[in-house]
């Protein structure tokens, strides 16, 4: 396996680094179930969040993560920093270059920023979203945990309802699920499905349609807020009944024994109930427990050294 | 004693626990005297406080005790996550849950909050303020810190002084005082006076007939500066002339070698005056210090695996 | 040399001691560069950051540094702490006080608030930048990165550009470079020259003087947005046309090998152009890197105990 600087999207990844990622999540998992709570492997490491766009769950998750690795963590919050309002993304990057940091975790609204960051740094930078385009840590930890309940994920059939259009997990999700042998189709509205669709991910327009195509697996999207008002956008009402997991739907999934995922933080009511919350295959909680998993897995991948 | 999981409120503790706190508070002080300055105790496990308001003291505090066990302290600092705007308390503590952190350390406006997250992660949950019901912490480090003074504080009459009915601190303060065989007695406004005061506890409406009760320790309550401004609050100076510790109230103090608290942060010029915070029997700096010290103390009487 | 408990300015130094920060600040950037980015000096002491003014690439590298030295941080971050609004520094300092951290690493915007938190804390307090007033570890980061290249700096010859009467840069590093046996002149528009200036330094209203001058280095000041819309206070075009370092003025350091500095966060098409920042003897990101050794070297220096 040839060493790798970045993590910047799935569609960059090899299978063996796909699998390398996936196959030492578990034992990182494992490690807290044995009370091993902190491992030293990245000891004196420095591990810099550069938000752009501000995300509780995922940089806590990147954190915590960290921390158990024993790397020291430093947030780089650009909103709170009034002064260098104005300053360039390269150039902060130029100055967490100076500062030797070993690895840049970034979320930024603009698609291809942990790119152009990753060419201007030795350190190792994460993608953890970019606009519309990945956010492989999540696509990673997706697949983790369905290959938690099959280990071979070939055939398996995944129905991605919601936003397509506009969303990096999506995006992201789709591409490792086809990559482990997966199918993989989406459910939207018109004003959410991408104009080019790949021939092999049929496209639904209702439930009934994407159920006749026997899913195994519903993955929810998030419906993001600031775009209900937008024209041909439904609204939230309309979006739960024509599109949302309602209780009935919940019963259809009960009574075929699919799983359901999502990439949090829901909204309730919108593209869920609670009674999807609280059905029995929903794998919501254990997508963010494997998310510290992942992200440790790819944490020590990326690790300085890995390459000699 | 039985093992417990998570520290919501004075009233539900046992004189037991109780003295466990406080009784292992004090090597924990004195160690910082030794110079040791961190132990190991909780190296690997994580504490997260989750602050729905802010408050760098108390969070501070916390981060502070938690770090000197070797604990990893992450926030999960609500107001700056725009993007989970909307989420659920509950939806925020499965997330939490799901990252299997070990303590969470909450501030919420709403009474009882604490108590609903408690019931819904298996991390031990420690309030450190809700809404107008509960400050155990707080309360804890008052009561450790007159002991440093009286060994046995039974029969030892503290006079809480100000806002009453919307404090957490008058009322976990008050409770831990008498559990300790004090007495207590309160001296407020009658719009600040709560409306069912048990017996056993005098109220007072000015500082004459406040000292005629003989207190032997004034706690001093902070003025919350958003209430000033409502129908029946006295303003800063109205209240500073009925209610402050003015400079002649310093003098009584003085007189008869009362002791004085406070929970800080102080308004000074309206519940006490400069010659107050430099009283030489003011306690205020050593329950800030004390904090620390019990805070650590109850991360320790927590600590996961104590049950066992 | 008598063990010292603050760095305040860089006025009250001795030889001997800027000589000791200095000297020490190699060594700890060589560690890095064999790979040992941790070292157990500091282990177990607290340091805290107090940050009034926002300032995410000074606070993150004393932070970077503090936990190569296995310091533990703490923000007290002020603006966020809207409940403390009205709290004056000397309150706030009795509680870090009686939290006895370490250190206070402090940012303020009003000059001599420093020396006013030394004097009421046993912490040591480092200034990280108080008004017009100074800046000491970044002109001892500038001492060393040119020292880095003259290892005798006597008689080399620094012009400091832009707005010299409102900074504190400039004043810090003025005199860290006269103490090492450094020329300085300065090169300014009349608003934004010091009223006095001591004889010794040179003043030029043009760059065409400046260059007459013969200076070894350019450090160029970053213009302040907020000081644009001032009356007598250039605008952003009339200032890079006047006083900014231009392409064309690029070629003319280039010609004559001079070296260029500049604080940051930099102005792109103000103070500087692109080709400014790609000069090849352009110290800038060196200068960030050095900023993470010699705060280390300061930590260091000013270690609870070694005055014993």
């Not at 430093?74 to 002064?83: G, L, R």
């Not at 004003?191 to 790949?198: A, I, N």
């Not at 419906?223 to 041909?232: A, C, K, S, T």
Request: aromatic fraction near 8%.
């Amino acid at each position: 396996m040839t060493p790798r600087k970045d993590l910047l999207d799935i569609a960059s990844l090899t299978d063996e680094e796909i699998s390398f990622v996936l196959d030492n999540a578990g034992p990182f998992k494992d490690l807290f179930k044995r009370s091993v709570k902190k491992v030293p492997t990245l000891k004196g490491q420095t591990v810099l969040t550069l938000f752009y766009e501000p995300s509780t769950r995922t940089r806590s998750s990147f954190e915590v993560a960290a921390s158990r690795l024993s790397a020291d963590v430093t947030h780089f919050d650009i909103e709170s920093s009034s002064v260098v309002k104005g300053e360039s993304v390269l150039d902060t990057v130029e100055t967490l270059e100076a500062m030797r940091v070993d690895y840049i975790v970034v979320r930024h609204k603009q698609s291809g920023t942990p790119n152009l960051i990753a060419k201007n740094t030795r350190a190792s930078v994460i993608n953890a979203g970019d606009g519309w385009h990945a956010h492989p840590t999540q696509a990673l930890l997706d697949a983790f945990t369905l290959r938690e309940i099959h280990k071979d994920l070939r055939g398996c059939r995944a129905l991605i309802v919601g936003d397509i259009q506009h969303s990096r997990v999506a995006r992201s999700t789709s591409l490792i699920f086809r990559r482990l042998g997966m199918q993989v189709a989406y459910l939207a509205p018109g004003s959410m499905m991408p104009r080019e669709v790949p021939q092999e991910i049929p496209q639904f327009g209702n439930w009934t349609d994407a159920f006749d195509w026997k899913p195994d697996v519903i993955y929810l999207l998030r419906v993001q807020g600031e775009r209900i008002d937008e024209p041909f956008v439904p609204s939230s009402a309309e979006y739960h009944r024509n599109y949302g997991l309602t209780n009935e739907r919940v019963e259809v999934l009960r009574e075929r024994g699919l799983y359901l995922m999502h990439p949090g933080p829901v909204n309730r009511g919108v593209e869920i109930t609670d009674a999807g919350m609280n059905y029995e295959k929903c794998l919501i909680n254990q997508q963010v427990e494997n998310g510290i998993a992942v992200r440790m897995s790819v944490l020590y991948w990326l690790r300085p050294g890995a390459a000699e």
